[in-house]
């Protein structure tokens, strides 16, 4: 059961069972030209199968305790509406329609008639806003409201609809529009006073009277005996006290009598707000004209926090893939039913064993007498000014007067921050009439340095009430800059490393974040830091999915056969908890994981280390590890390749990159449970690589004389799919045809390889030695390591490394290569333990740049060194005072034993004295580490970035609709931003170069509500990519983008009024990242 409001974006249909006529089974593997099937078939002897139609004409589900059999109730009648329509009359051509209506505050509209014109076809929208009807392209769809001007649509080729009705003020100059009554009213002018609690304490018993002037109003408290309200005046009205004119009392939003106003204690009294003219009528009406005395007593927040709000707003009820009936065929399950108000959708699906299938289909409206619909963004940015609303409604027949609040609290400490929020006066009142709505507004600014906001909102009219609680992130506006100094000291020996910038910093934008020490005696203890950047990646592309399971498979190796690291892991686990709601709460952190991954840095040393501790549970990665390997082998396509991106095409190096990964985790795990999970996935694969392989060379070799030789071949490709090929070479042996294709190609290699790449040259050398060619694979090794450099601080590395664009020009991925070479081909130690130093020169303070190049260095560090030498007793590090170094070694002693030290300095203790860092390492083993200073720059401040071979801007329109047609307008301040408007959002690509595997991320305004919001494979200017909507970015991930220009256009409607900042749009090379550029800032206003 679900929300049945999701059916527009994609509606899944539940078809009965059907048995093909015959099965296929695949016999086991074997290869000759490409790879051979053997298909076995089986008849179906049964009868045709037929699905059994289930009727049930009651409109009462008693057995889920739901009953919509009100007739009343916006479900009943828009049902009944439904029916009547299908009766009607309508062209062959119709197509169902749907969508939402909304008011200009951007809530959903219940209650609005919608008619295709010409025709006896209408429906009105339920509450929460909600149509369907049928209609074909040629029709015209009409919208009317009371008070708001009717809006017509061609249908054309659309099936979502979403209409905005804009208000009509000639017509509300004469009526007055509440809920869904009116009246008649002249033309009134407003006015509004509020005097807030700080001034009514200043009332004493002494004090005979009190009086407030404004420039239009004249409020005067009369306290009359033993502290009793006696009256209140309005200048430019009569008189209130003792007068016949008296004003309309409104007491914690009951209308009251005067007495029980003159009763009032004032040191009971919160605040009081005084209405006249137009603001007052257009609240309450006639019973207004002489102005609204409105007051909020503590008794009223008293009852407001006793309002029980809605907190679990999950939009799928349950989902149940395989319930079994019991001997009496009866099913039952209990599941916890979200209490989000909204109409649902029940589909069963049944069988038996004879494949006999029926399907039953029912909706479910939960609703209550008074009902609180908030609308609230996404996420929220700091900085931004947002106005949410509220849509209060009426479900009864009486008329309800009350009061809505809306409070806000840090998520991490739930300490009140309405006063930061500037959101003081956080009470509103509110007057509906019988099965009518209003909307409240509140406006807020958001702070820095929150992590998320946890709010409450909550009305009360009577004995009826609602609210609703829920968690936002909240995004910072900065952008982190990363400077480090890798560490790399030589047994016996000490070195220094400086921060010039640190050193000699004077800049006063600059906003320090953290100074990090990382040291060890042994980089597997770096592996293991590496690892929670690839169980947290947000992406879900083949490449990220086989990295997560590649983490929790590693993690799991490591601490389980070190005793040491497992032992600390549980002293950390033992010292705290995971208590905050933003911990709980996996969508949101995630959220915040992605925006704003320093924010965690902001964690004490004891939750980081807990954090890490229950991160690595064994269990837990023992079932990550599970549901992760489920998720990789489906994103496996039948041919056994796999694509980048779910939809896209197969894609041969993906497929490679991904049974080498599997390769070297068997290399580090030999474990049954591993080779079956490896099997699994290689068994397809490798065939379809296989043939991949015999296909190109039979296409390169088909116009050649036999005389002829092979005298060119592809390294790249090629030597990468040998590569792989030799990770399996005894679970699926060569067949004789590519045995001898494969014995051209390393014989062509072996005479080649001087002109290769350094990457060409390391994978050669690998595949040569595990292929028995072992001579001529140390002779490849000997003359690298001539080329070489070496020196004290970059280690063993080689000049000619550089990035390019494709992905065997990365220089992680190729240094990580050549260690794996010289460690199996050579068993070089001491050449293996200088290369790791320019490896870990590379990385970032916690990964290195991309999830696949810190998948193959973490392969790297975990090939030698197995000493977990104690750093305490072995290492001297000075930097900045003795005094805060001794301080911060003391919090770490023991892992210090474990041969591992993090010190982490917060903002407010970096100094410049810091920048330089002093290491004497005493132990007979080298020490890795590094030295990261971390600082901020705001994202309105940054400039467009054009000057690389990539580069990308973005511009945005307003989209509206024209006699012409949909027309582009720019955004100016005679045309600005309106709720409801809808926005295209236009990014334009520039590469100089052609380009694998890029990513491109449009951050949006918090404002904005995107208008497609499914992740999809897409075609468009001549680019084929896959287009991802994240809660505050939009992603999009290419494949390969060939040297041009091209623009990509989406949409978004404007969901709140404020002012918001749009952030900027980064596109990166996913493997190759230097190759980045980024749009300018940019900020947006609505109305």
């Not at 009648?77 to 008011?103: C, H, M, R």
């Not at 992905?807 to 333990?833: C, G, H, R």
């Not at 100089?992 to 595997?997: A, G, L, P, Q």
Request: glycine share 4%; charged share 25%.
């Amino acid at each position: 059961m679900y929300d049945s409001s999701l059916d527009q974006f994609a509606k899944m249909k539940w078809n009965g069972l059907t048995i093909n006529d015959y099965y296929n089974n695949n016999s086991n593997y074997k290869s000759s030209l490409g790879f051979d099937k053997t298909y076995t078939n089986f008849r179906n002897l049964n009868a045709p199968l037929y699905q059994v139609p289930v009727k049930n004409e009651s409109n009462q589900l008693i057995w889920f305790g739901f009953n919509f059999n009100n007739n009343s109730n916006y479900h009943v009648l828009y049902e009944y509406q439904k029916q009547l329509n299908k009766k009607a009359p309508k062209p062959d051509n119709a197509i169902l329609i749907s969508g939402f209506v909304t008011d200009s505050a951007g809530a959903k509209f219940p209650g609005a008639y919608i008619v295709i014109k010409g025709t006896t076809r209408t429906i009105t929208t339920d509450y929460s806003g909600y149509f369907e009807i049928e209609a074909a392209p040629n029709e015209v769809l009409s919208c009317k409201y009371l008070g708001y001007y009717t809006k017509e649509i061609l249908i054309g080729n659309k099936k979502s609809i979403n209409i905005t009705l804009i208000e009509n003020h000639e017509v509300l100059n004469e009526v007055v529009v509440v809920g869904y009554g009116t009246q008649k009213k002249a033309g009134l002018t407003g006015a509004v006073m509020s005097i807030q609690d700080k001034r009514i304490e200043a009332i004493t018993e002494e004090s005979d009277d009190l009086v407030y002037n404004t420039a239009r109003i004249d409020a005067q408290l009369e306290q009359g005996l033993q502290g009793r309200v006696a009256g209140i005046q309005i200048r430019g009205g009569s008189s209130i006290s003792g007068n016949s004119n008296n004003p309309l009392y409104v007491v914690d939003g009951e209308i009251a009598s005067e007495e029980i106003f003159k009763n009032l204690n004032p040191a009971d009294v919160i605040s009081l707000d005084i209405l006249k003219d137009a603001k007052a009528t257009a609240l309450y009406g006639s019973k207004a004209t002489n102005g609204v005395v409105i007051i909020t007593t503590k008794k009223a927040l008293e009852a407001l926090t006793q309002v029980t709000a809605r907190k679990n707003l999950s939009e799928t009820a349950f989902f149940f893939p395989n319930l079994k009936t019991d001997s009496r065929g009866k099913v039952s399950f209990n599941f916890t039913s979200p209490e989000a108000l909204t109409s649902w959708k029940l589909r069963l699906l049944a069988h038996n064993k004879n494949a006999v299938s029926a399907y039953l289909e029912k909706s479910v409206v939960t609703q209550k007498e008074l009902m609180l619909l908030p609308n609230f963004p996404r996420f929220l940015r700091e900085k931004d000014t947002v106005v949410i609303s509220a849509k209060i409604a009426n479900m009864t027949n009486q008329s309800k007067t009350g009061i809505a609040q809306l409070q806000f609290f840090d998520a991490t400490t739930m300490q009140s921050i309405d006063i930061k929020m500037l959101n003081v006066k956080n009470i509103r009142n509110f007057n509906i009439t019988a099965f009518g709505n209003t909307t409240a507004t509140w406006k807020i600014n958001i702070p820095e340095d929150l992590q998320g906001v946890q709010y409450r909102i909550v009305a009360k009219a009577g004995n009826y009430s609602d609210g609703e609680e829920n968690i936002l992130p909240v995004l910072t506006n900065t952008m982190l800059v990363t400077e480090s100094r890798p560490i790399w000291v030589r047994e016996n020996s000490s070195k220094s490393y400086t921060f010039e910038n640190l050193k000699n910093n004077s800049s006063t934008s600059l906003k320090n974040h953290q100074f990090t020490l990382e040291y060890t005696s042994n980089p597997t203890w770096l592996a293991l830091q590496s690892l929670p950047y690839l169980m947290e990646y947000e992406h879900e592309c083949a490449e990220q999915t086989f990295a997560r399971f590649y983490a929790n498979a590693l993690a799991n190796k490591i601490i389980s056969s070190n005793p040491k690291i497992a032992s600390l892991f549980e002293t950390w686990r033992k010292t705290g908890k995971l208590n905050s709601k933003l911990e709980e709460n996996e969508e949101l952190k995630s959220v915040i994981l992605a925006e704003t991954p320093w924010l965690n840095d902001a964690q004490t040393e004891t939750e980081k280390k807990s954090k890490l501790a229950f991160l690595f549970d064994i269990e837990k990665m023992k079932n990550s590890q599970e549901a992760t390997f489920d998720k990789l082998k489906q994103k496996q396509n039948a041919s056994g390749g796999f694509c980048w991106f779910d939809g896209g095409r197969k894609n041969e190096y993906i497929t490679r990159h991904i049974l080498a990964g599997l390769g070297h985790l068997y290399q580090l795990d030999k474990s049954v449970n591993n080779e079956f999970k490896i099997n699994s996935i290689a068994k397809t694969g490798i065939p379809f690589l296989d043939g991949k392989f015999l296909k190109y060379h039979k296409e390169r070799t088909q116009n050649l004389k036999p005389t002829d030789k092979l005298i060119w071949i592809n390294p790249n490709t090629d030597l990468h799919y040998l590569y792989t090929r030799s990770f399996y070479l005894e679970n699926y042996p060569l067949s004789d045809n590519l045995k001898k294709v494969t014995k051209l190609y390393l014989e062509t290699a072996k005479k080649d390889w001087l002109s290769y790449s350094l990457y060409e040259k390391a994978l050669t050398a690998l595949t040569l030695n595990r292929f028995g060619e072992r001579e001529a694979a140390k002779k490849i090794l000997e003359s690298l390591k001539e080329t070489a450099s070496n020196n004290e601080d970059w280690g063993m590395y080689w000049i000619e490394n550089k990035a390019g664009w494709y992905w065997y020009q990365a220089p992680i991925e190729t240094q990580a290569l050549l260690i794996e070479a010289f460690a199996e081909i050579a068993n070089d130690e001491k050449s293996v333990n200088a290369m790791k130093v320019w490896l870990l020169k590379n990385k970032q303070t916690k990964n290195w740049p991309t999830t696949k190049s810190t998948t193959e260095a973490i392969y790297a560090l975990l090939l030698q060194g197995s000493d977990w030498l104690s750093v305490k007793d072995n290492t001297i590090i000075k930097i900045g005072e003795e005094k805060i170094l001794t301080k911060k070694l003391a919090e770490n002693e023991k892992e210090a034993e474990t041969g591992y030290l993090k010190l982490n300095w917060k903002a407010n203790e970096i100094k410049k004295e810091m920048a330089t860092t002093i290491i004497q390492n005493k132990s007979k083993v080298p020490g890795y580490g590094g030295v990261y200073w971390q600082y901020f720059e705001d994202l309105d401040k940054i400039k467009t970035d054009d000057t690389n071979t990539l580069s990308v801007s973005k511009e945005l329109y307003l989209k509206k609709s024209t006699t012409s047609g949909l027309t582009l307008q720019k955004i100016t301040a005679k045309n600005p931003l309106q709720i409801g408007d809808l926005v295209t959002v236009r990014l334009i690509i520039t590469t100089k170069e052609n380009m694998e595997f890029v990513h491109l991320k449009d951050l949006r305004a918090s404002c904005f509500e995107p208008e497609n919001v499914l992740s999809t494979y897409e075609y468009k200017e001549g680019l084929a990519f896959y287009r991802s909507t994240k809660e505050a970015a939009t992603h999009f991930f290419f494949d390969r983008i060939n040297k041009g220009t091209y623009v990509l256009e989406y949409d978004v409607r404007v969901n709140n009024s404020g002012d918001f900042s749009n952030g900027i749009t980064t596109i990166q090379s996913m493997y190759a990242p230097e190759f980045t550029s980024h749009s300018k800032g940019m900020r947006v206003q609505v109305k």
